[in-house]
Nanobody, 124 residues
Framework: QLQASGGGLVQAGGSLRLSCVAP????????TGWFRQAPGKEREFVAA?????????RYADSVKGRFTISRDNAKNTVYLQMNSLKPEDTAVYYC??????????????????WGQGTLVTVSS
């Protein structure tokens, strides 16, 4: 399936870059999304990138201006650059892919293929 990595422990204000690889799949065929789930909370949308190119992206309001999603076609990898991290960003982060309409990319139920998740912990 998908493999997410790059999580870890960071102080508030710091940065991390998450990576998502898809052995046997090509990200250009899918919209790719990042979601996160904090303890005791539901999984929530973080960011998505359109299969057509890196210029078409969408972000949750809570991360807009701090997080950047991108894709390296040569490496078949999708990244989530996270800057100015806050304690409330602490969660397990998941990458996922879908072929549904771009209008629905913020809905986790629309995704059929998921990675295993990577834990991000932001200390205050």
């Amino acid at each position: 399936q998908l493999q997410a990595s790059g999580g870890g422990l960071v102080q508030a204000g710091g940065s991390l870059r998450l990576s998502c690889v898809a052995p046997g799949r090509t990200f250009r065929n899918f919209h790719t999304g990042w979601f996160r789930q904090a303890p005791g909370k539901e999984r929530e949308f973080v960011a998505a990138i359109n299969r057509s190119g890196s210029t078409d992206t969408r972000y949750a309001d809570s991360v807009k201006g701090r997080f950047t999603i991108s894709r390296d076609n040569a490496k078949n990898t999708v990244y989530l650059q996270m800057n100015s991290l806050k304690p409330e960003d602490t969660a397990v982060y998941y990458c996922a892919v879908t072929q549904i309409l771009w209008s629905y990319v913020d809905e986790s139920t629309r995704y059929s293929i998921w990675g295993q998740g990577t834990l991000v912990t932001v200390s205050s």
